[in-house]
């Protein structure tokens, strides 16, 4: 069983900036980790994800809406996965979920992952 969690949300301005964080419990770090955000009535949105230990390149990919601007890392040693988000716009107002899979490949189809944090508001004020 894998806990995740993550912190780091908050209001910030419009072009400023915000880290996310998200410390897992259990698991292993060559499982795949997913950042996806949900704003409110809408479906949850693949945002950014990154692969386990082991798998080729530890890729990342992102969503062509964030492409340039968020940058997904991890630490494998200490099972932590994070999201830098610059040049936010009020478009990227949304709770933002941190995931993980038992895989080590990424995906950006939510239905792929296993495990869950509880989330963290992200609030863009223009």
């Known amino acids: 069983q894998v806990q995740l969690v993550e912190s780091g949300g908050g209001l910030v301005q419009a072009g400023g900036s915000l880290r996310l964080s998200c410390a897992a419990s259990?698991?292993?770090?060559?499982?795949?980790r997913g950042w996806f955000r949900q704003a409110p009535e809408k479906e949850r949105e693949f945002v950014a994800a990154i692969g386990g230990f082991s798998w080729s390149g530890r890729r990342t990919n992102y969503a062509d809406s964030v492409q340039g601007r968020f940058t997904i890392s991890r630490d494998y040693a200490k099972n932590t996965v994070s999201l830098q988000m610059n040049s936010l716009n009020s478009e990227d107002t949304a709770v933002y979920y941190c995931?993980?899979?038992?895989?080590?490949?990424?995906?950006?189809?939510?239905?792929?992952?296993?495990?869950w944090g509880q989330g963290t508001q992200v609030t863009v004020s223009s």
């Open positions: 259990g698991g292993t770090f060559d499982s795949a």
């Open positions: 995931a993980a899979r038992n895989t080590g490949t990424p995906s950006r189809d939510r239905f792929e992952y296993d495990y």
